[in-house]
């Protein structure tokens, strides 16, 4: 009989201000963003029951070998967005999952994601990472074998 994969949900504070991958700021400023939204990460971690209790029972090691990683944006307005735009503010918040011991690294051996959706509208705005376990199997499913890659592509007729 297999366990179930372990599923954690992890938000980070509405309002705590993003990066965006279209803004361009000053280098200090981008460090300092980042590190802010790392130890909210860290924070999260710790607030969330079940992770806290994930990190007691793998401490030392890590809670997850391979994971799934779904990105959510919720945006603090209707206007149009790209969540993907916000890649630098997920990178982080994944980041701080490292730093947490939640993950080894994030690297592809690890890590698949973050998948970056759009997710519904919440006052502030906030980043909501749904994290899950995956098997080695299923971690290799994701993978695109180099043979695919190398392959010419054909033309597909109606």
Not at 38 to 45: K, M, S, T
Not at 122 to 147: C, D, N, P, Y
């Amino acid at each position: 009989m297999t366990t179930p994969a372990r599923v954690f949900t992890l938000a980070l504070p509405p309002g705590l201000k993003l990066l965006n991958a279209n803004q361009r700021i000053h280098h200090r400023v981008r460090a300092e963003l980042t590190s802010a939204i790392r130890g909210a990460a860290q924070a999260a971690c710790s607030e969330n029951e079940h992770m806290r209790a994930a990190l007691a029972a793998a401490n030392p090691g890590v809670v997850l070998q391979k994971a799934y990683i779904l990105g959510v944006l919720n945006p603090g307005s209707r206007r149009r967005l790209d969540p993907a735009n916000f890649y630098p503010s997920f990178k982080a918040f994944v980041d701080g999952l490292v730093d947490a011991g939640v993950l080894e690294d994030d690297d592809h051996t690890r890590v698949i994601g973050p998948d970056m959706r759009l997710g519904p509208v919440i006052k502030g705005g906030r980043l909501v990472l749904i994290v899950q376990e995956l098997t080695t199997e299923q971690h290799e499913a994701f993978q695109i074998s180099t043979e695919q890659w190398t392959q010419p592509l054909t033309a597909v007729t109606a």
